[in-house]
């Protein structure tokens, strides 16, 4: 089965640091992603692990553990434009491409 | 250079009524993937199109259906609409084969069924 489970809503204070993490159980594992997504706009990419480890990009962060189906997001210096859903996606290996099992998303609020 | 595009941006359909939503994808991309998104969830995956073939489908009923064709581009029909199927269609485009490469989302169309 697939199954992704991500926090429904954080909420953290401008300048802060918030982690989201991700637990997945799926059927096949081709890397994990991470997407942002404002309010009635398009997910865009955020960050990529296919192996375990930390990948750092600016003020973001991503870590996979793929023996303990586990991720985190890592977001530092909170601005007010980083309120936005942020969804944890496994790619799907069963299909050719750029599949994903998506987790509900979790909503992120950044207060002043 | 463009992005996804999909049209229309927003529609509204009455039950029992059929829709046609399309999709450009990035120049030079030959994989198109449709996602429904329902309000408050994450996207959910619905087809896969390669080089003019399904390559995947999802957990939808044959009232969903797509094709793709000879420059890319893509349409999702849906049939007999249902209230249930009112939520936000993105459509992602990829180059298959690249592996650690995105999939690039389009702004999705906002479908409404009444």
């Known amino acids: 089965g697939q199954n992704i489970d991500q926090p429904t809503e954080m909420t953290a204070t401008e300048g802060a640091i918030v982690q989201i993490n991700c637990t997945y159980q799926?059927?096949?594992?081709?890397?994990l992603f991470w997407y942002q997504q404002h309010a009635g706009e398009a997910p865009t990419f955020l960050s990529y692990n296919v192996l375990d480890g930390l990948e750092e990009k600016g003020r973001f962060s991503s870590f996979l553990s793929r023996s303990k189906g586990y991720s985190y997001l890592l977001l530092k210096e909170l601005q007010m434009k980083d309120s936005a859903s942020y969804l944890c996606?496994?790619?799907?290996?069963?299909?050719?491409?750029?599949?994903?099992?998506f987790g509900p998303g979790t909503r992120l609020s950044v207060l002043p | 250079d463009a992005g996804v595009t999909q049209s229309p941006t927003h529609l509204i359909k009455t039950r029992g009524q059929h829709v046609t939503l399309r999709c450009s994808p990035i120049s030079g991309h030959k994989s198109v993937s449709w996602y429904q998104q329902v309000l408050g969830q994450g996207p959910q995956f619905i087809f896969q199109y390669y080089e003019k073939e399904e390559r995947g489908r999802g957990n939808f009923p044959d009232r969903f259906s797509a094709r793709q064709f000879p420059n890319y581009s893509s349409e999702l029909n849906v049939n007999a609409l249902l209230l249930g199927d009112s939520a936000l269609y993105l459509c992602a485009s990829s180059s298959p084969g690249t592996t650690g490469t995105e999939a690039f989302f389009g702004q999705g169309t906002r479908l409404t069924v009444v």
């Open positions: 996606a496994v790619r799907d290996e069963r299909y050719y491409g750029q599949n994903f099992v």
């Open positions: 799926t059927s096949g594992f081709n890397g």
